[in-house]
């Protein structure tokens, strides 16, 4: 699949106003700051995601399309401090909501920094897809920070936590910057756009 053919289509305050629940749709989800953004606009070498130094930037559910049936979905960060309670329970509802309720979600890709993974917020929703039966790429993102040692080190010690969860859940290194694991992310798309 040509992922720099994607286009915006629209940029949705909440679940509800998604849209319609048919094709195929994957979701980009991860803490805030994680690189969601930069990781869809490395994947579609265009600038279609605002990418900020202020985590937290991401508010609306953002939707791309790659043609009628196939759709992208940049979803708002989680676990960004500054977020009042409310609106981090209102969002927790909506984000476990979307994953038990959209049939098009064909599968997750699960952002987290290769410093810091694995926060509760992170295995709520990677729990929350396993009880949905979504498949999961985990990306392990800014490896670029880490030195190739350690890099894999993290990447075998995530692969382990999440073996015991015995679900469909790959987990891969990445760098936008670098364009590390770019290729694994468009491969893993392709099965999940294209099937088996
Ligand atoms: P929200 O939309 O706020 O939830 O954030 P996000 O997950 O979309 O993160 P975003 O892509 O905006 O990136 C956050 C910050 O991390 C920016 O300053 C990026 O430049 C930086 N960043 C993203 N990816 C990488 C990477 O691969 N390597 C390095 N070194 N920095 C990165
Ligand atoms: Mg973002």
Do not use: C
Not at 15 to 43: C, H, M, Q, T, Y
């Amino acid at each position: 699949i040509k992922y720099h053919t994607a286009s915006f289509i629209t940029s949705a305050p909440d679940i509800s106003k998604l849209p319609a629940d048919a094709g195929i749709e994957v979701a980009f989800a991860g803490r805030s700051n994680a690189g969601k953004s930069s990781a869809l606009n490395a994947l579609t070498d265009q600038k279609l995601a605002r990418t900020s130094k202020t985590p937290g930037r991401t508010q609306l559910i953002n939707t791309f399309e790659l043609d009628e049936e196939k759709r992208l979905i940049d979803l708002p960060g989680y676990g960004f401090a500054k977020v009042p309670i409310e609106m981090k329970k209102k969002w927790q509802r909506s984000l476990g909501e979307y994953l038990q309720k959209r049939k098009s979600l064909k599968g997750l890709v699960v952002l987290m920094d290769i410093r810091h993974p694995l926060k509760d917020l992170d295995m709520d929703l990677i729990h929350w897809a396993v009880d949905s039966e979504i498949p999961i790429l985990a990306l392990l993102t800014k490896a670029d920070k880490l030195k190739q040692g350690k890099r894999k080190a993290e990447v075998l010690q995530v692969r382990k936590a999440l073996a015991d969860l015995d679900a469909d859940i790959t987990v891969h290194a990445f760098s936008s910057l670098k364009g590390i694991g770019l290729n694994e992310l468009a491969w893993k798309l392709d099965d999940w756009y294209l099937g088996p």
